[in-house]
């Protein structure tokens, strides 16, 4: 039989005492945790990583990891190709999940919910922060399509660089129309806490009404077995 590494997840846990009347002071408070923790200690890198999963229009499953670059109380929500597999997925079936995992901190929040296109203005706010390299390789790549060579991406890039070189401005390469953003509306929000001897905590929120992530009076808790 094959060593394994076991690891105690001795956290600190969680208690019905401990949460808000609506998920979102909750969510803020972790992810501010886990990027602290990654400022501090530097055992978290990319805390704002979250594995997404969408299905096709044959109910087939596929995950990915994408970086959480939106967080508001509408939900959670990603920058990416307009074209993917997961935009095509997302156009066929609405229904995502996305989990967040902070192994070191024995944390993981997990959402469920619909996904919605981030409108054009918030698109093109984040769009215009991301290094000039950044913007150049969203027009590059038709992202999950099948590519001949490397050598072929990176002559489109080269070309790119021409057609927009670097001026310093946030605008000096176009937003793609084939580039955007999705943002989670949760119906249900779980957050768990490692424990010893994988008898964690599960604490969901389900959502029964109208509202976002802060809507107080819009959800319930329920505690699930570890
Ligand atoms: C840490 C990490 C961060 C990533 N961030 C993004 C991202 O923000 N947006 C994105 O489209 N892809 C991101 N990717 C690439 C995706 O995992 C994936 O390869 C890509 O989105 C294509 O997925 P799809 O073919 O299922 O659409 C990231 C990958 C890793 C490992």
């Not at 109380?73 to 997925?89: E, H, I, M, V, W």
């Not at 079936?93 to 024995?106: D, E, K, R, V, Y």
């Not at 150049?136 to 490397?150: E, T």
Request: proline letters at 7%; hydrophobic letters at 35%; glycine letters at 10%.
């Amino acid at each position: 039989m094959e060593q394994i590494d076991r690891w105690d997840y001795a956290g600190e846990g969680l208690e019905e005492s401990q949460l808000p009347a609506a998920p979102w002071e909750l969510v803020r408070s972790w992810v501010d945790q886990a990027r602290r923790r990654n400022k501090a200690q530097g055992d978290l890198p990319e805390p704002d990583q979250i594995s997404i999963g969408t299905v096709d229009e044959h109910g087939r499953p596929s995950v990915r990891t994408v970086l959480m670059r939106y967080l508001e109380p509408a939900g959670p929500g990603f920058y990416t190709n307009l074209d993917s597999r997961k935009a095509r997925d997302l156009a066929a079936n609405p229904q995502i999940a996305g989990t967040l995992t902070w192994a070191p901190l024995f944390h993981a929040i997990r959402f469920s919910g619909r996904a919605r296109q981030l409108d054009r203005d918030v698109v093109r706010g984040y769009f215009e922060s991301r290094p000039w390299g950044s913007r150049v390789g969203a027009w590059a790549s038709a992202q999950s399509q099948p590519l001949h060579d490397r050598g072929e991406l990176e002559q489109r890039v080269h070309e790119l660089e021409q057609r927009w070189p670097d001026t310093g401005r946030p605008d000096d390469v176009p937003l793609p129309d084939g580039w955007g953003g999705y943002v989670i509306e949760c119906d249900e929000v779980e957050f768990w806490a490692g424990r010893s001897s994988r008898l964690h905590d599960r604490l969901v929120f389900v959502r029964e009404g109208d509202g976002d992530l802060s809507t107080e009076g819009a959800w319930r808790v329920e505690r699930r077995q570890p």
